[in-house]
């Protein structure tokens, strides 16, 4: 069976991406390649939306006063008891979710440095639109788990201003 470079296999990369851990100097090496293999590039245009995502309240201001913190966003059937669940900020644990019917675009979200997006039971265009949005709201990086392969979103760094 051949597998795609950015398919998660059953290894130490995709226990790290699974258990839903903070996201620590353990995984950063558990996942050296996440950030380094070819990225969809989007030109970072500005999100105008005015609803802000849900929980997103303490992720601004955690990063209003200066942290990075780590920020899981989950899109599917099962994203509000997935967030519900992880989001405590008193314990440094982040969490925000795509509802229901509702587009990414439609939402402000935080600009957290490299969010991990769980996208399950969801088109894959809707996974795309999501780390599109996180990129437009000004992300640097989005990681989306999408279906056990790995999308990586960057925001582009080469558009010439006149």
Known sequence: MHR??????????ARALNAHQPWTPANRRAVPHALTRPAIRLEAQANQANRAAPYSRAIFAALAEGKQPNVFVYAGPRAWERATARHRPALGLYAT????????????????PTPLVIAEGVPRRDAVRLGAALIASGCV??????????????????????
Do not use: C
């Open 4 to 13: 795609s470079p950015d398919t998660l296999t059953n290894s130490r990369h």
């Open 97 to 112: 979710l795509l509802p229901k019917d509702v587009a990414p675009e439609d939402l402000r979200w935080p600009p957290a």
């Open 141 to 162: 990086a989005a990681l989306v788990v999408y279906e056990g392969e790995l999308l990586t979103f960057r925001a582009s760094r080469d558009v010439q201003g006149d």
